[in-house]
């Protein structure tokens, strides 16, 4: 597969390193804005770059015909703007918060247990996560996605940063040097605790994740998830 990435930061380098070790061809790769047309001869476009940079780029991805892998959070309040440019453009399009298998399985172990307890209101329910300095969005993306789907399941309102109000769900976004990506959800009651978490030990995952997803969506046509990728099913 002919690979361009855009956004060559700490993922852009794991993927094409993974990339090239499976055979793959990284023909272009970009730290900033690229012109229409530059990456014309890529059969995908993995992006990982800036919650400012993604719309322009999943953009001139679509607008030139080229399945779209992106993996930048903290655009998503346009996600339906790109799902309807890819329609129109009758593209190919995926998108994830979190591409490593080992999260999305925890997205399903996640919204088990949201519906378990459900039904035991002595609990009180809250998400953790941990990432390292630089990240420049928070909550996590990963983060808002267990968020929304505890949701499904909950009385709360809605998801809060450093919430103290019991009717929102509370997330708390940790950074320290060098961690990968930690996230943990807690159920507490006055007499016990319970928890799940997921730590990435490297960057690896995500990477394997995206080369799959974008292998996974040559000839395909339309909008997808990591789950369809992984074959999951809630
Ligand atoms: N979905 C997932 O599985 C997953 C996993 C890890 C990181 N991420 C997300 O991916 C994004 C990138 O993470 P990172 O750790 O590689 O960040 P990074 O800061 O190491 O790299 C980002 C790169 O994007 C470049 N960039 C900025 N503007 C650009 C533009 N207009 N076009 C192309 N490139 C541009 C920067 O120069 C930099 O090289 C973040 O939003 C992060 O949250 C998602
Ligand atoms: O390193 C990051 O940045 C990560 N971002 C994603 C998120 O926001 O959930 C996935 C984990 C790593």
């Not at 940063?161 to 996230?183: C, M, P, Q, W, Y």
């Not at 159920?187 to 928890?195: C, E, F, G, N, V």
């Not at 030990?201 to 292998?215: P, Y």
Request: aromatic share 8%; hydrophobic share 40%; charged share 25%.
């Amino acid at each position: 597969m002919k690979i361009a990435l855009l956004g060559y930061g700490k993922m852009g380098k794991t993927i094409e390193k993974l990339a090239l070790e499976k055979g793959h061809t990284i023909v272009y790769k970009s730290t900033s804005n690229s012109e229409e047309g530059e990456f014309q001869e890529a059969e995908a476009v993995i992006e990982f770059s800036s919650p400012e940079a993604a719309v322009d780029n999943i953009s001139k991805a679509l607008n030139a015909g080229i399945p779209v892998i992106c993996g930048t959070t903290g655009w998503l309040e346009k996600y339906d703007e790109m799902v309807n440019l890819c329609e129109k453009r009758n593209g190919s399009f995926i998108s994830a918060s979190n591409f490593s298998v080992g999260v999305n399985l925890f997205f399903n172990i996640n919204e088990y247990v949201a519906k378990l307890m459900e039904t035991w209101k002595d609990y009180t329910v809250s998400v953790e996560e941990i990432h390292h300095l630089q990240k420049k969005d928070a909550p996590s993306g990963t983060a808002i996605t267990l968020a929304e789907d505890i949701l499904k399941h909950s009385e709360k309102e809605r998801w809060k940063l450093d919430a103290s109000d019991k009717k929102f769900l509370n997330i708390t976004a940790k950074r320290e040097e060098d961690v990968k990506g930690t996230h943990i959800v807690s159920y507490d009651s006055a007499i016990d605790s319970i928890s799940i978490k997921h730590e990435a030990h490297s960057r690896e995952g995500f990477a394997l994740g995206a080369i799959l997803a974008a292998q996974w969506l040559q000839n395909k046509k339309g909008v997808f998830t990591m789950k369809d990728v992984l074959g999951i099913k809630n």
